[in-house]
């Protein structure tokens, strides 16, 4: 790229960066020390502020770099992430929002503890969070190494290293002293200006083609190389059984995988009741729908405009998809429009990343704190102390997300999450669901249930196609690659649930109807709720 693209498009980050450490400073100024106030906010969000920072939370790099990329690169079947991501809500709209908010106070172990045995439960559920946040954060560490390696031009694996680490940096500040407050506004202001950004293209690739979407889609099905099977399913995952099982496979872990994912639980702690939580899941699937829905629109138009060929030797994975076709609709390399657009395109996406890994960096780290040091450490341990361990955690976590990210450079980041939804799926949501609707449930039920999920699914990646035997693997030089399926969640998810229903029938444990009773009352009602 040119210095000028360089230049404007750095100005606008530092910009972004400047705005979210104001807001990070002058929320620390305001008392942090109490754990509401670290990682609820002091449940003072109103659903539609909430509703905002939730979209900004799960609108990732994944989404708006990894998805278009996909589609540019195999069309139809790109698709399925943009549905995947968007029907995932129906579930934690009907079955989750508003009986976590009720049930829980920080994390998701607050949920099951609530009827459980607290010690073991909750050493399960907060290793299962801190697994998925930092297989999460990878995907974001992935996203920012591919933009920046684009915005200076592809130079040395140098400059995406200390990138990677910047943003590892940043994540640490804005969660160690604005806590849940400065995330919640740094969120809020990322997903603003990620739909604007978003409708701006959108608009532009429409307005190339006279607003007709069909000339869009031959366009790009001529410019694929691949013709009518470009709008056809099949591209990616129709070569053989193999591939089509892995369809499914990411098709269960994309739809219930988001009602897992800790660092969104957590957001349904930061409005004052079950119903706001509700309201603001209602606002947020109306953000999130939009936007998947244009991110279809970008995917097709990069395939139309920028064509697969240029995507791929841009990045292998088709992470810089959407800034190549932002330079080509500003008017191409060396103009100003295409600059501009460039630039604010990239600026827009590296604060997309920065958000998302602040909220994940807290929910890993209230989950090491609350749940991991208060189990195994003191469990008399005071709020403040608590917060103290988490601001350490963040750090951290931190420094793993870094290393991890600098390893899968090259995966594509949306693939990435879909391994990180695979996780949630079979280890956090099985619990969660026994434990709110399942009378009989116990607590060997609940920590079986976590580990047969979270267990087979680490194994099942570490033994797939994804980390060894071939060329796009992490280890090309080697092959241990005993599992088909880049996504185990067709395996992984049904042994988690399975796994909890096997520990509570061969417990000895008499379940606590009382404590049942109390809970279902509790998550339905919300008597009693914190």
């Not at 299962?128 to 920012?144: E, K, N, P, R, W």
């Not at 992984?492 to 061969?506: C, D, E, K, M, Q």
């Amino acid at each position: 790229m040119t210095g000028d693209h360089q230049t404007l498009a750095l100005l606008l980050f530092s910009t972004f960066v400047a705005v979210t450490l104001a807001i990070t400073t002058w929320v620390s100024r305001r008392r942090q020390g109490s754990a509401e106030e670290f990682y609820a906010g002091g449940r003072l969000f109103s659903p539609m502020e909430n509703g905002f920072a939730i979209a900004g939370d799960y609108m990732s790099a994944a989404s708006f770099l990894g998805i278009s990329g996909l589609i540019a690169l195999y069309g139809y079947d790109g698709m399925l992430y943009s549905v995947g991501f968007l029907v995932a809500w129906l579930v934690v709209l009907f079955l989750v929002a508003e009986l976590v908010r009720n049930c829980g106070r920080y994390t998701l172990a607050d949920v099951v503890a609530a009827r459980m045995r607290e010690r073991p439960v909750r050493i399960a559920a907060g290793t299962s969070s801190v697994t998925v946040s930092v297989m999460y954060l990878v995907a974001q560490m992935v996203g920012a190494g591919s933009l920046v390696a684009l915005l200076l031009g592809g130079t040395t694996e140098t400059a995406r290293t200390w990138t990677v680490i910047g943003v590892g940096a940043l994540m640490v500040i804005y969660v160690s002293l604005g806590g849940m407050r400065a995330t919640t506004w740094i969120q809020i202001v990322k997903a603003v200006l990620l739909l604007g950004g978003t409708v701006a293209l959108t608009a532009l690739v429409l307005v190339r083609f006279h607003g007709d979407f069909d000339r869009l889609l031959r366009t790009a099905a001529e410019r694929s190389g691949h013709g009518e099977a470009f709008l056809a399913p099949g591209l990616a995952y129709g070569g053989d059984w193999t591939s089509r099982f892995d369809f499914i496979s990411l098709g269960l872990a994309l739809v219930l995988g988001t009602a897992g994912l800790p660092h969104i639980l957590s957001r349904f702690y930061t409005v004052p009741t079950a119903r706001a939580a509700r309201r603001s899941v209602v606002w947020s699937i109306g953000l999130i729908g939009g936007f998947y829905l244009m991110t279809i629109v970008l995917g097709f138009g990069a395939a139309a405009l920028v064509g697969p060929g240029a995507v791929r030797a841009s990045n292998a994975a088709g992470n810089t998809a959407v800034p190549l076709l932002a330079l080509d609709l500003g008017g191409g390399a060396g103009s100003t429009g295409g600059t501009v657009l460039f630039a604010v395109v990239a600026a827009v996406a590296f604060a997309t990343i920065l958000a998302v890994v602040a909220g994940i960096t807290l929910a890993s780290s209230a989950s090491v704190a609350h749940d991991l040091y208060a189990s195994l450490r003191r469990r008399d341990a005071k709020p403040r102390s608590e917060v103290a361990v988490a601001r350490i955690a963040a750090v951290g976590i931190g420094a793993v997300a870094i290393a991890l990210g600098l390893l899968a450079r090259d995966l594509n980041v949306a693939f990435l999450v879909g391994l990180a939804f695979a996780v949630a799926a079979s280890a956090n949501l099985p619990v969660l669901l026994y434990s709110l609707f399942w009378r009989g449930f116990t607590t060997r039920g609940a920590v079986w249930s976590v580990y047969g999920g979270l267990v087979p699914s680490v194994v099942l990646v570490l033994l797939s196609p994804v980390v060894s035997g071939s060329p796009e693997s992490l280890f090309p030089g080697v092959d241990f690659q005993y599992f088909p399926l880049q996504n185990p969640g067709l395996v992984s998810i049904p042994l988690g649930f399975l796994a909890g229903w096997l520990g509570t029938v061969t417990s000895r444990e008499v379940p606590d109807e009382a404590k049942h009773a109390e809970t279902e009352v509790r998550s339905l009602t919300g008597a009693g709720a914190v």
